[in-house]
């Protein structure tokens, strides 16, 4: 038994953040069996919910208005679900966020975009 947890520790210290989230998501769903709601078209659907509920904490208020708390657990709500997504599809959170990063550096180089909000198709 000791050396379980053992394994299991240094397993778990083994992994990066990303990882880890995955892994602790991949077990809550197991011991509720959870997996056989968890679709891409019912994840997708979660995921905007969530988001509708982040929205939420800022209906009728300033932004600076919307309580912390509020933003907090349903910004954890998003990615959670966001984190399972990309699960369900296999596709590593780390690699997709930076190739999306490099492909928005792109269509909005610096000397166009520094201090715009105007879309990439209206410069
Ligand atoms: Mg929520």
Redesign the pocket.
């Known amino acids: 038994m000791m050396f379980f947890v053992i394994f299991v520790y240094l397993n778990f210290k083994r992994m990066n953040d990303i990882d880890a989230i995955q892994a602790e998501l991949r077990k809550f769903n197991q011991e509720r069996d959870w997996d056989q709601f968890h679709n891409g078209k019912d994840l997708a659907v979660a995921i905007s919910?969530?988001a509708g509920?982040?929205l939420e904490a800022f209906l009728w208020k300033s932004p600076e208005d919307a309580k912390v708390e509020k933003v907090r657990?349903?910004l954890?709500?998003?990615l959670n679900f966001a984190f399972q997504m990309a699960d369900r599809y296999g596709l590593n959170i780390k690699e997709i966020m930076l190739a999306k990063i490099r492909k928005n550096a792109e269509k909005y180089p610096v000397d166009k975009a520094k201090g715009s909000a105007k879309k990439y198709n209206e410069f």
């Open positions: 919910i969530e509920e982040l657990e349903e954890a709500d998003v």
